[in-house]
């Protein structure tokens, strides 16, 4: 078999297998053209009709019946963009974010029992594979994979030990940062509710380089904390990995919305939070790390 085919056969094989020519993609309403829209529209909070095209390399006209499908049914809404009442910005409705959270846990449920099918070295084996796929069609080159993984022993006194180091080192701030850390993690550790909260440490070649945490505020608040990156790590888009993961569990755990406390000196993450769909709605000046600050609270609507 020359490799053109090699390639067309590996394509028929995995269409069929995760299922893209259902016409209900893991079991939701939606063939998988409307799914991919749905998710991207809700990931990315507002988005024009341009903007998906070409991220999705979508005809124009396709695009355009897909949305209007998907309009008719209440999933989708458009609203003139304040820079231009030509474009449209898009987002989800009520109805649409409801859609959004299902298909998330859905496909999350999919690829679990697919994933639980295969011994644990044959599931790193085909995710190295489908990562090798992806960096040689990029063009990217080869870099070392980095993993998320559920916090284990131990984890907590280096998601401590990191904070302080880091922004000693970075910032300047004083022993009242590194116990405010030491506090957060006590708490969780001796709170967790395992259902509705988690934590994710970024591993790379087996050490980690990177914590975020999602925690219990009320019954419809979450609370996003502790993104860290090691600076090794830094440059190849784990901060907003972080951040992604953790928007979509409190999601798929019914929070209406996600709540974060940062600093306004902290450029790189206060960019993410941006770009995520957080919104800046309170500032207060404040010295509890030994230095004067300007701390910012963001939200972002689920």
């Given amino acids: 078999m020359n490799r053109v085919?090699?390639?067309?056969?590996?394509?028929?094989?995995?269409?069929?297998?995760?299922?893209?020519?259902?016409?209900?993609?893991?079991?939701?309403?939606?063939?998988?053209p409307e799914a991919r829209l749905v998710y991207e529209i809700g990931r990315r909070s507002e988005t024009s009709a341009s903007e998906l095209g070409r991220d999705l390399d979508l005809d124009l006209g396709y695009l355009s019946r897909l949305l209007q499908s998907l309009r008719r049914r209440g999933i989708v809404?458009?609203?003139?963009?304040?820079?231009?009442?030509?474009?449209?910005?898009?987002?989800?409705?009520?109805?649409?974010?409801?859609?959004?959270?299902?298909?998330?846990?859905?496909?999350?449920?999919?690829?679990?029992?697919?994933?639980?099918?295969?011994?644990?070295?044959?599931?790193?084996?085909?995710?190295?594979?489908?990562?090798?796929?992806?960096?040689?069609?990029?063009?990217?080159?080869?870099?070392?994979?980095?993993?998320?993984?559920?916090?284990?022993?131990?984890?907590?006194?280096?998601?401590v030990q990191a904070h302080g180091r880091l922004y000693a080192e970075e910032r300047g701030w004083g022993a009242g940062f590194e116990a405010l850390v030491a506090g957060i993690t006590k708490f969780f550790l001796e709170n967790l509710d395992p259902s509705r909260e988690r934590c994710w440490i970024a591993e790379l070649d087996g050490e980690p380089v990177g914590s975020v945490f999602v925690v219990k505020s009320s019954d419809t608040i979450a609370k996003l904390r502790l993104l860290l990156v090691e600076p090794r790590a830094r440059g190849n888009g784990l901060g907003r990995r972080l951040v992604d993961e953790s928007i979509a569990f409190a999601r798929a755990k019914g929070y209406r919305k996600l709540v974060l406390w940062t600093q306004s000196n902290l450029v790189p993450a206060r960019r993410i939070y941006k770009a995520a769909g957080f919104a800046l709605v309170k500032k207060q000046r404040h010295q509890d790390f030994g230095v004067k600050l300007n701390g910012e609270y963001w939200e972002l609507a689920l």
């Avoid at 992806?134 to 080869?142: D, F, Q, R, W």
Wanted: charged share 25%.
């Fill in 77 to 159: 809404q458009g609203k003139p963009a304040p820079s231009d009442a030509r474009t449209s910005l898009l987002s989800l409705t009520d109805k649409g974010r409801k859609s959004f959270a299902m298909l998330d846990e859905r496909s999350r449920e999919h690829v679990t029992a697919m994933l639980a099918r295969l011994p644990n070295g044959r599931r790193t084996q085909l995710v190295g594979a489908m990562q090798a796929i992806e960096t040689l069609l990029n063009g990217e080159k080869p870099a070392a994979e980095i993993t998320l993984r559920p916090h284990r022993a131990g984890d907590m006194g280096w998601v």
């Fill in 5 to 32: 085919d090699a390639v067309r056969r590996f394509n028929r094989f995995y269409t069929q297998h995760v299922g893209a020519l259902h016409t209900s993609f893991v079991g939701s309403p939606f063939p998988l």
